[in-house]
């Protein structure tokens, strides 16, 4: 069975700072992705970042980096440099076989000025 | 862009009532998705399908049926609407090719089942 842990409900993070998102998983297939989207409070899904378990290099776009630590289980997402526009809901998601994923429960970050 | 719609941003039913909800996709993707999401639960799958004509449940598929007669659209029907499925519902939809298979989501239903 697919599992996949959210463990910061909500956080505050001043702007310009970094900030990390922790996200663990548990699954027992060898071959699995992990995503991020982020949910502004208009609603809809942004895809931020993907990482394959097989990649060796952990995954960067722009801002976004994951920070992919297999061994442990985790996918942390790091946000550089925090802009009031990061203010939104951060869910990570444990693909299986078929573009199945199973999302967290989700971290609210809001930034603030 | 790829563009999800979906037929309702808020929809108010009452209890026994059938619900469709309804989306459509612009991409040619293969494959199609129902979730539900609620506070502090996340997304949680409740139908996928593959290809036209092609269903298969998700974790939570109880009260629900789909239908996707083309390859664009994939209906979500409450059969008999209750109390507990009021809730956001999100369609999302991808390409059938291997690789990073990014989901595209759709705005989002809100219904209230009252």
């Known amino acids: 069975a697919q599992k996949i842990t959210q463990t910061q409900p909500g956080m505050f993070v001043q702007e310009k700072e970094a900030v990390t998102l922790d996200c663990t998983y548990d699954t027992s297939d060898p071959s699995y992705g992990l995503f991020w989207y982020k949910q502004p409070s208009s609603g809809e899904m942004i895809f931020l970042i993907y990482?394959?378990?097989?990649?060796?290099q952990n995954a960067t776009e722009g801002r976004y980096s994951l920070n992919f630590q297999k061994a442990r289980k985790s996918a942390n997402l790091v946000i550089s440099a925090s802009q009031l526009g990061d203010s939104a809901m951060y869910f990570c998601a444990l693909e299986a076989a078929g573009n199945k994923l199973t999302f967290g429960g989700g971290t609210r970050v809001l930034v603030k000025p | 862009d790829v563009k999800v719609t979906q037929s309702s941003r808020y929809l108010v039913k009452r209890t026994g009532e059938k619900v469709f909800l309804e989306c459509v996709q612009d991409?040619?993707?293969?494959?199609m998705f129902w979730y539900r999401q609620d506070p502090g639960l996340g997304l949680r799958l409740i139908y996928f399908s593959y290809d036209v004509k092609m269903k298969e449940k998700g974790d939570i598929p109880e009260g629900y049926s789909v239908s996707r007669e083309k390859k664009e659209r994939f209906s979500l029907i409450l059969e008999s609407a209750s109390t507990n499925q009021t809730s956001m519902y999100l369609c999302?939809?991808?390409?059938?090719?291997?690789?990073?298979?990014?989901?595209?989501f759709g705005p989002g239903t809100r219904l209230t089942v009252t």
């Open positions: 991409m040619d993707h293969e494959n």
């Open positions: 999302a939809s991808s390409l059938g090719t291997s690789g990073t298979l990014e989901q595209y």
């Open positions: 990482q394959g378990s097989y990649d060796q």
